[in-house]
């Protein structure tokens, strides 16, 4: 039996020696791509529920690694919050977002809002009232263009600072969403005091549109009160017509999801705005 027990410990440390040295691989890895060029930003459109129009895009990093390919978010953005890359990695998705939709204004395509995320270490240790004009007056891309996407845990994990910032923000007429609705803790009366624009429904509440009562029920309340609040409310994950049927019915505002298009490289958004 103490054989056994050592074999396992043993299993286990090198289990766990492992995890940390691909771990600390991967960080070394990323820190790389940020100045070796390899990230990317993807468009996902985001469309006008009552006439079907594209109005906006909500830019997604991808890290394009020379060796393993294109690598989605979920891999490596816990990992960059985790070890503070993601201010690093946020700023450059900022900017490169406002560089190219200054391209594409200057270029005579229908004037369009881009949506960014903002991390919580990014909103909460970076600079980032200062960090958005700056690169703002770089880009000249229009502020009233630019939309700022927080989540709750960001927003409530410093609530005075957070009001603050927000009104800082819409100070120089940028746009605020809060998003994944409805997964954190935030109440009504939290709510109320954000200065928010646009209430983004997380998609686990889009997802069993129309088979789960529940789900229903909450994303139909989700929109009346975006609404009673003054807030545009906006769909996530909408993947099929059904879901978009019962949105519309409920009076959503926009929505984003595969059925009208995923996330997109910059020339291939652009190829779909022209077509339309
Ligand atoms: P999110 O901000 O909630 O972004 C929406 C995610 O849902 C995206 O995944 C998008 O591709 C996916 N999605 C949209 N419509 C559909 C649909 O109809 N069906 C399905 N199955 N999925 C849909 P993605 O691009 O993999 O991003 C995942 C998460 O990674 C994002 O969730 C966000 O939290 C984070 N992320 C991505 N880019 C950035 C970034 O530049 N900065 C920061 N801080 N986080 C980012
Ligand atoms: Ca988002
Ligand atoms: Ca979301
Ligand atoms: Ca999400």
């Not at 910032?165 to 109320?192: C, E, N, P, V």
Request: aromatic residues 8%; hydrophobic residues 45%.
């Amino acid at each position: 039996a103490k054989k056994q027990g050592r074999s396992t410990y043993r299993f286990y440390t090198d289990a766990l020696t492992r995890a940390a040295g691909e771990h600390l691989e991967l960080e070394i890895r990323l820190r790389h791509a940020i100045g070796a060029n390899q990230l990317r930003v993807y468009y996902q459109p985001q469309v006008d529920i009552a006439n079907g129009h594209i109005v906006g895009a909500e830019a997604l990093v991808r890290w394009q690694d020379p060796e393993r390919g294109l690598i989605q978010p979920v891999n490596f953005i816990q990992l960059a919050e985790e070890t503070g890359l993601i201010g690093a990695i946020g700023e450059w998705v900022l900017r490169e977002t406002c560089r190219q939709g200054a391209q594409w204004i200057a270029a005579g395509l229908p004037f369009l809002t881009l949506a960014v995320n903002l991390s919580p270490h990014q909103f909460m240790r970076g600079n980032i009232v200062e960090l958005v004009s700056k690169v703002l007056t770089e880009t000249g891309f229009p502020a009233d263009r630019l939309e700022l996407e927080l989540t709750e845990s960001a927003l409530m994990a410093q609530e005075e600072d957070a009001v603050k910032m927000l009104h800082l923000l819409r100070a120089q007429d940028i746009r605020l969403a809060i998003d994944d609705f409805g997964t954190g803790y935030s109440s009504l009366a939290y709510l109320k005091r954000f200065p928010l624009d646009i209430l983004k429904i997380d998609k686990s509440f889009v997802d069993d549109i129309p088979f789960h009562q529940d789900d229903m029920e909450i994303a139909a309340t989700i929109i009346a009160m975006g609404h009673t609040l003054g807030f545009k409310v906006l769909a996530e994950g909408v993947e099929t017509a059904e879901q978009l049927g019962f949105l519309q019915a409920k009076g959503c505002d926009l929505y984003q999801g595969y059925l009208t298009s995923p996330p997109l490289p910059a020339a291939e958004f652009e190829k779909l705005l022209r077509k339309k």
